[in-house]
């Protein structure tokens, strides 16, 4: 399988998730996935003419899918997955978990500050989910965290994305879980391997749609993002050098700078 991108952190793969994850052989310990939210309890409305039980099934036969390769991909049986979603998707998670053997260990609350747009008889949307699951060796080295996170967010998106997350939450969940290598089976525009590389940890990135992995992959080039890393065994800071494969226009290097902690 070759890449789409990569660079000595980053590496994105243009191809169906299920398919890539199927694929890779290398180990992992923590997995940031943001799956479509298309399918939910939403489907039981009364105009719909579709079976909402059904499209709960196929939702969560579609989930497992993916998720059960994660599960197998996890390092040792020591790592986690933070697993987005909404209320109206997380029934169809918890079906996923059932169905795959892998239990729900927490539901985190995403506080985005922030409401969304709403109609005149439902409460306006101000937060997301993201479920933990995770290996019987996982322990997060913080026992105190809470399960409500605040990070500011709104309706535009940097770069697009509908459904982007903010750097900062993705940052968190790696930085709190302790990862060293991450895997985002649905990668969207790059936030997950943008908060990696400022977390200074490696990460693999799988994207369906190549005008996501150019999004990404340009995100990931723009400048050059300073990242922090234990390269020498001593605390420096380094610019990190990427190249684009021919499929990414236009193509380009980067040049490896090193800068003192002082920078």
């Known amino acids: 399988m070759k890449p789409y991108y990569q660079d000595e952190q980053a590496t994105i793969y243009n191809a169906d998730s299920v398919e890539a994850l199927c694929e890779l052989r290398e180990s992992f310990d923590l997995v940031v996935a943001d799956p479509p939210y298309t399918t939910g309890i939403a489907s039981f409305g009364e105009d719909t003419k579709a079976s909402g039980w059904g499209d709960i099934m196929n939702s969560a036969h579609f989930n497992a899918a993916w998720l059960r390769e994660c599960r197998r991909l996890l390092e040792a049986k020591q790592g986690a997955a933070w697993v987005f979603n909404s209320w109206r998707s997380l029934p169809v998670l918890v079906r996923t978990s059932y169905e795959i053997g892998w239990?729900?260990?927490?539901?985190?609350?995403?506080?985005?500050?922030?409401?969304?747009?709403?109609?005149?008889?439902?409460?306006?949307?101000?937060?997301?989910?993201?479920?933990?699951?995770?290996?019987?060796a996982f322990a997060l080295a913080d026992r105190g965290l809470p399960d409500i996170w605040r990070h500011k967010w709104s309706s535009t998106k940097p770069n697009g994305h509908p459904a982007e997350k903010p750097v900062s939450l993705v940052s968190r969940m790696i930085r709190e879980s302790g990862a060293r290598h991450v895997l985002d089976p649905f990668l969207g525009s790059g936030t997950t391997l943008e908060a990696a590389k400022q977390e200074g940890v490696t990460a693999v990135g799988i994207e369906i749609e190549e005008r996501w992995c150019e999004v990404a992959a340009k995100r990931l080039q723009q400048g050059v993002l300073l990242c922090t890393a234990n390269v020498t065994g001593q605390g420096t800071r380094h610019l990190v050098a990427g190249t684009l494969h021919p499929l990414v226009r236009p193509k380009c290097h980067f040049i490896y700078f090193m800068f003192p902690e002082s920078f």
């Open 103 to 136: 239990a729900i260990k927490s539901v985190l609350v995403w506080d985005k500050e922030c409401i969304g747009p709403g109609g005149h008889q439902g409460l306006r949307p101000s937060y997301e989910l993201a479920a933990l699951f995770v290996h019987k």
